[in-house]
Structures are given as C-alpha cells and as structure tokens.
C-alpha cells in the first residue's frame, strides 16, 4: 500500500513570496491533516479535512494560509506572502477517519524562508 | 500548562538497557494514546497506539496507560542503536485532534 506523498521536498523562498505544497493521502483514508514542524517542537495541526470539508482550521494563521482538498482526496497548503517565521517543515498526514483512526505522516516539505 | 509533556532529554542508554520515556497530559476527557519515532530529518512513524488503561505490547517496545494519573509511558526493551530517535507522545483530548508533546531524545550507546 502506497504512503502519503508530498511534494516538494524542499523549498527555498524569500520572505514575501509565495508558496504551494502537495499532498496526497493513502487510497481509502477520508481525513487528511496538515501540520507544522518547527526544529525542536512537535508537530502543530494547521487543519484537518474529513473528506473535503475542513473540520478544524483554528491554528491556521487565515490572513496568509490557504488550503483545499478538492474532490476528497489530493490537498494543497498555500503560504501568501511567506515571513521569516513559517520555515519549517510541513507534514501531510492521513487517516481512515476521525477518532480512535491513526494518522499516518508523509515525508514532509522543508521550507526555508530567506 | 501544555495539554501533552513529556519528559526533557536527551535521554542517553547503554546498548542492551531499557529505555523509559513518560508523557502526561492534561485533558482527563483523553481517549486516544500514541507513540511516534522520529529519526533526524525524516517523518514522525506510528510505533504504539494504546486506549485502554495498563500495558500493550509489540516486540520491544511497551505502552503504559494510566488514565486516572494521565500519564502514558513507553519502554524500549534491549535498546539498539538503531532506537536512536526523537520519540513524540500524541494524545487525542476529543474525538478528532491530536497533541503532540515536543518530543524526547533518544541516544543508545553502543
């Protein structure tokens, strides 16, 4: 069974700029989270999709975060424009379903912001 | 106070010796209980779930529950230098989000 897939694996941007990632989940899990790493911290729920509506976006910074998840399925995370603080890394993570399901992480995207 | 602690690191082991990471956490409604390894610059890996209180076992590793002090444990039995990672405590408070700690590091001595 295929994992999650992501992509980039890396990106290097100037502040200002904007970015997009991909995510793919594993066939068959209808909820899919996207996270955000910082060196040193655990990972922190940006927003989580049951199908393709969004479920939680309360961490989610709105004035320059976006995400979809069109048709259920592939998700894209956008940053416009990108600060010095979103370097990190972003994890794609999905599950069966909500609750007791285990999520199961992507290899994530390093974004760098110069 | 965080909703998900877990013990400060580094925690450095001897090859062959146990390997014991505690977690607790602040939501009693918690329900769901997991323990991810995270080797450097690679994914967090689902190693343990656990969601009824007392031990669960896989392998080498044990997962400790103990709902009432709201604390989850996991043990790493004959640790290998090969266990040398970051391991993360994830608690779910409510039916759907997941805490994760900030994380322990593990260094096994050879």
């Known amino acids: 069974e295929a994992g999650v897939a992501q992509s980039p694996r890396y990106k290097i941007i100037e502040k200002r700029q904007s970015v997009a990632f991909w995510c793919n989940p594993i066939?068959?899990?209808?909820?899919l989270y996207w996270y955000q790493q910082i060196l040193g911290q655990g990972p922190k729920l940006l927003i989580q999709?049951?199908?393709?509506?969004?479920?939680?976006d309360s961490q989610l910074p709105k004035d320059r975060f976006s995400a979809e998840r069109l048709k259920g399925v592939d998700s894209t995370l956008k940053i416009q424009p990108a600060k010095l603080e979103d370097s990190a890394v972003y994890l794609c993570?999905?599950?069966?379903?909500?609750?007791?399901?285990?999520?199961?992480f992507g290899p994530g995207t390093r974004l760098t912001v110069t | 106070q965080k909703e998900v602690e877990q013990n400060s690191g580094p925690l450095s082991v001897p090859e062959g010796a146990i390997a014991s990471l505690n977690c607790t956490y602040s939501?009693?409604?918690?329900?769901?209980f997991f323990w991810y390894r995270q080797y450097s610059g690679k994914s967090p890996e689902l190693i343990m779930s656990?969601?009824?209180?007392g031990d669960k076992e896989d392998g080498r590793f044990t997962a400790q529950l103990n709902k009432a002090s709201q604390y989850v444990s996991l043990l790493i039995r004959d640790s290998q230098p090969s266990d040398s990672a970051t391991y993360l405590c994830?608690?779910?408070?409510?039916?759907?989000?997941?805490?994760f700690g900030a994380g322990t590091t593990v260094t096994v001595r050879a």
């Open positions: 993570a999905s599950s069966l379903g909500q609750g007791f399901y285990e999520q199961y």
């Open positions: 939501d009693r409604g918690s329900q769901s």
């Open positions: 656990i969601y009824s209180n």
């Open positions: 994830a608690v779910s408070p409510n039916d759907y989000k997941l805490s």
């Open positions: 066939s068959g899990h209808a909820t």
């Open positions: 999709f049951q199908n393709n509506g969004v479920v939680d």
